[in-house]
């Protein structure tokens, strides 16, 4: 059974501020990540994908893989009010398919 | 480019009624199409996936089935909806998920 971890939260941050979101995996096969954003309501849109050990940046947004202590995280840099979802972490298990975490919510105040 | 499209966007339906849901994709060929359930305040269920005409394998056992007659067409079916059916389905694609707008299902 492949497990995703994310704490549920909610997560309230300031707006500018950085935001932390974590993920922690349990099948040490996996080979790639991902984070999704989802707005209430609305289906999840992809945001960040990463493969190998190291960071990832794209804008504001920082993923950041440690494939030895089967942890994921998402940095999102000056957190904007429209920054506020849930954030799910998805890992790949065997045979195409995708294992998701069952989210992180997040509040950016303005 | 590619799209994926599901319909309907709203379901209601009493107990014991089927069901059939219908995700079509647009602009690739050959794709790996997936079902998951988003229960109210709980993560993605993955329920069927499938990686050709006529092959679907199931994740978890239950009321639902699923069939791929075209290579974009991937359909999900009740025989007798349960209450504990209710929830927001959406269809996928790979790569990295390319998800449908999503069907959000409410047994009464």
Request: overall charge neutral; glycine content about 8%.
């Amino acid at each position: 059974q492949k497990e995703v971890e994310q704490n549920s939260g909610p997560l309230s941050v300031p707006e500018g501020a950085i935001a932390s979101l974590n993920c922690t995996y349990s099948d040490r096969v996996s080979q790639s990540f991902f984070w999704y954003r989802q707005y209430s309501g609305k289906s999840p849109e992809l945001i960040m994908s990463i493969y190998s050990n190291g960071d990832k940046e794209d804008g504001r947004f920082t993923a950041q893989l440690n494939k030895a202590s089967q942890y994921v995280s998402l940095l999102i840099r000056d957190s904007q009010p429209s920054d506020s979802a849930t954030y799910l972490c998805a890992v790949t298990g065997g045979a195409n398919n995708l294992f998701f975490g069952t989210g992180t919510r997040l509040t950016v105040i303005p | 480019s590619q799209t994926i499209h599901q319909w309907p966007a709203t379901l209601v339906q009493p107990v014991g009624s089927p069901l059939s849901l219908e995700c079509t994709v647009e602009g690739t060929s050959n794709p790996n199409l997936y079902w998951y359930r988003q229960a109210a305040g709980r993560g993605l269920q993955l329920l069927f996936y499938s990686v050709g005409i006529g092959q679907i394998s199931s994740e978890v056992p239950q009321n639902l089935s699923a069939s791929r007659p075209q290579d974009r067409q991937f359909i999900l079916s009740s025989k007798k909806l349960l209450l504990s059916d209710s929830g927001f389905y959406l269809c996928a694609w790979e790569p990295e998920a390319f998800f449908g707008q999503g069907t959000r299902l409410t047994v009464v």
